[in-house]
C-alpha cells in the first residue's frame, strides 16, 4: 500500500507570495492533519480535515488554510508569506480519528526570501 | 502552554547500551500515547504506543512506560543501535473525548547512538 505522499517537496518563495501545499493520504485513510515543524518548535498542529470538513485547528493566523477534497486529497494555503513560515510542512493521514496511530508523509519543505 | 514536555533536547549513548527518553505531559485527559522517529528530510515514522490501561508495552528493542500518577512516560531502546540515531517525539491524545481531533506532540529529543 503507498504511503501518504507529498507534493512538491521542496519550494522557495518570496515574502507576500502565496502557496499551496498537496497532500494524498494512504488508500482507505479518512483523516488528514497538517503540521509544522521548525528548529525547536517540534510539530505544530494546523488542522485537521475528515469528510471535507475541518473538525479541529491549531493557533495559527489566518493566512494558513485548508481543504480537503471527496477523494480525502488534501491541499493548504500560506497566503502573504512571511520569512517565519519557512518550516517543513507534513500531512498525516489516519483511518478515522487522529487521535488513533498518524502516518507520515515526507514533508514540504518551504524557504521564504 | 506546552501540553507534552521532552525536557532533553538531545541525548548520546554508545552503541549496545540502553536509550531513555523521557516525556512528561500536564492534560489528565490524555489515554493514548504514542512515539515516533524521524530521520532529516523524512516525516515521522510510527514507533510504539500505548494505552493508559496499560502501564507497559514492548516491541521487540523498544519498550514504552507509563507512569500515569507521576504523568510520564518513557521510551527504552535496549541494545541501541548506530541506526537508531534520529529525533524522537513523544505525542498524546485523548481518545475517549472524541472531540479533540488531534495528536499534541512534544519537541522532540535528538537521540545520538556512537559506535
Known amino acids: 500500500k503507498a504511503g501518504v505522499t507529498q507534493t512538491p517537496r521542496y519550494l522557495i518563495k518570496t515574502r507576500g507570495q502565496q502557496v499551496t501545499l498537496s497532500c494524498s493520504p494512504i488508500?482507505?485513510?479518512?483523516?488528514v492533519s497538517w503540521y509544522q515543524q521548525t528548529p525547536g518548535q517540534g510539530l505544530q498542529f494546523l488542522f485537521e480535515?475528515?469528510?471535507?470538513?475541518?473538525?479541529n485547528k491549531g493557533n495559527f493566523p489566518g493566512r494558513f488554510s485548508g481543504r480537503q477534497f471527496s477523494n480525502s486529497r488534501s491541499e493548504m494555503n500560506v497566503s502573504t508569506l512571511e520569512l517565519g513560515d519557512s518550516a517543513l510542512y507534513l500531512c498525516?493521514?489516519?483511518?478515522?480519528?487522529?487521535?488513533?496511530?498518524?502516518?507520515f508523509g515526507p514533508g514540504t519543505r518551504l524557504l521564504v526570501l | 502552554d506546552q501540553q507534552v514536555k521532552q525536557n532533553s533536547p538531545s541525548l548520546s549513548v554508545q552503541e549496545g547500551r540502553i536509550s531513555i527518553l523521557n516525556c512528561d505531559y500536564t492534560n489528565s485527559m490524555f489515554d493514548y500515547f504514542l512515539w515516533y522517529k524521524k530521520y532529516p528530510a523524512e516525516g515521522p515514522t510510527f514507533l510504539i504506543s500505548i494505552s493508559s490501561i496499560k502501564d507497559k508495552n514492548e516491541d521487540g528493542r523498544f519498550t514504552v512506560f507509563l507512569n500515569k500518577s507521576a504523568k510520564h512516560l518513557s521510551l527504552h531502546i535496549v541494545p541501541s543501535q548506530p541506526g537508531d540515531s534520529a529525533v524522537y517525539f513523544c505525542?498524546?491524545?485523548?481518545?475517549?473525548?472524541?472531540?479533540?481531533?488531534?495528536?499534541?506532540f512534544g519537541k522532540g529529543t535528538l537521540l545520538t547512538v556512537n559506535p
Open positions: 480535515y475528515f469528510s471535507e470538513t475541518q473538525r
Open positions: 488508500s482507505g485513510h479518512r483523516s
Open positions: 498525516a493521514s489516519s483511518l478515522v480519528n487522529p487521535q488513533e496511530t498518524q502516518y
Open positions: 505525542a498524546a491524545s485523548d481518545q475517549e473525548g472524541g472531540s479533540n481531533y488531534k495528536l499534541t
